[in-house]
């Protein structure tokens, strides 16, 4: 982040507290130092996930009297900060990923949301996702990127004095999102695919709200990869996920995109709507769909026109639909 002071004195000091405390932060207006609190330790308590593989955290600090105080943590446990004084909610977040992970309504703790970005190409076979079939009902869905991990919290409790003595924030980081796992048991023909094949899944929050500790309500479609096992004759992905969109309760489709070698394509759909919703844990869904069939595909079907790009154009698809029932 950077440092916006035009006071060198203060810049240096601020410099100095960042070195010290292993942070970056937004600067205070130095004119005014009886409205600061110095020395405040912040603290971040893993024992809700001790394994956690967290190396960065960002701080926001908001009340009513200021703009948003951000710091940025290179020591996942914590540092020494300082900030105005009086009342404040606190959120922070994990920031290992800024170029997976976006940031949008900063300025509003209610409002700050994490969401991933769309996506051009289903990466598994580089087919383009240009004018890719659908499943009915999800045509206008975004296809958003997965999350990695996240971790937050929040505090809406927090009074900092003005005072030589130190003072500590603490906060209590959790896991910010849901990890699915796909897997299609007795595929048969799973020689004919490639070892990796697009899937997507439908209707799941687009994005998260630490300050609420809840997803948002915009529902999108999250894109992912399954690996080919011939000898299991199975094809798995695991991922991540925001979760179930808040309000009312949608269905979820899988779609699976197999690129054949003749430059045609097979779309398959699967309605997985119970799996999702009825899920004995929400933040640990396993869907299963069994006796998935590909087709067989010739040993030396002729090649495609050699067209360049970096993506897959496919001529055709032809499309199955499947129900499944739990």
Same mark, same amino acid.
């Given at each position: 982040m950077k440092i916006a002071n035009h006071n060198l004195t203060a810049l240096l000091l601020s410099g100095i507290f960042m070195l010290s405390a292993g942070c970056t932060h937004k600067d205070l %207006?130095?004119? !005014?130092p009886t409205t600061i609190a110095d020395n405040v330790e912040v603290y971040f308590d893993w024992s809700r996930i001790p394994d956690h593989n967290a190396s960065s955290i960002v701080l926001y600090l908001y009340s009513e009297e200021h703009d948003v105080m951000n710091y940025w943590f290179n020591d996942p446990n914590g540092g020494t900060i300082r900030s105005y004084a009086g009342k404040k909610t606190a959120i922070c977040h994990s920031n290992d990923d800024p170029y997976v992970h976006y940031l949008r309504n900063q300025h509003s703790h209610n409002e700050l949301e994490i969401y991933t970005d769309n996506t !051009? /190409? +289903? /990466?598994?076979?580089?087919?383009?996702t240009r004018g890719i079939p659908r499943a009915p009902g999800t045509e206008e869905e975004p296809l958003r990127t997965t999350p990695t991990m996240? #971790?937050? !919290?929040? %505090? $809406?409790?927090?009074d +900092?004095? /003005? @005072?030589?003595f130190v003072q500590s924030i603490t906060l209590y980081p959790e896991e910010l999102v849901c990890r699915y796992s796909v897997e299609f048991t007795d595929v048969e023909n799973l020689k004919s695919a490639e070892v990796h094949i697009d899937? @997507?899944?439908s209707? +799941? !929050?687009?994005? #998260? #709200? &630490?300050? $609420?500790?809840? @997803?948002t309500s915009e529902a999108v479609s999250h894109t992912f990869t399954l690996t080919a096992d011939n000898e299991l004759k199975s094809l798995r992905s695991d991922f991540l996920t925001f979760g179930l969109p808040d309000g009312e309760e949608k269905p979820h489709m899988i779609c699976v995109y197999i690129a054949l070698k003749n430059r045609s394509g097979n779309f398959y759909t699967f309605d997985v709507s119970d799996q999702v919703n009825k899920a004995e844990d929400p933040r640990n869904v396993s869907i299963k769909i069994p006796g998935l069939k590909l087709p067989e595909i010739p040993d030396d079907p =002729? &090649? &495609? =026109?050699n067209e360049g790009g970096v993506s897959v154009e496919i001529d055709s698809w032809d499309t199955f639909h499947f129900d499944i029932q739990v």
């Open positions: %207006n130095e004119d !005014a !051009a /190409v +289903l /990466v598994g076979q580089g087919i383009s996240i #971790y937050g !919290a929040q %505090n $809406r409790d927090i +900092l004095k /003005v @005072t030589s899937g @997507t899944i209707s +799941l !929050a687009g994005g #998260y #709200y &630490p300050g $609420r500790m809840s @997803t =002729p &090649p &495609p =026109p």
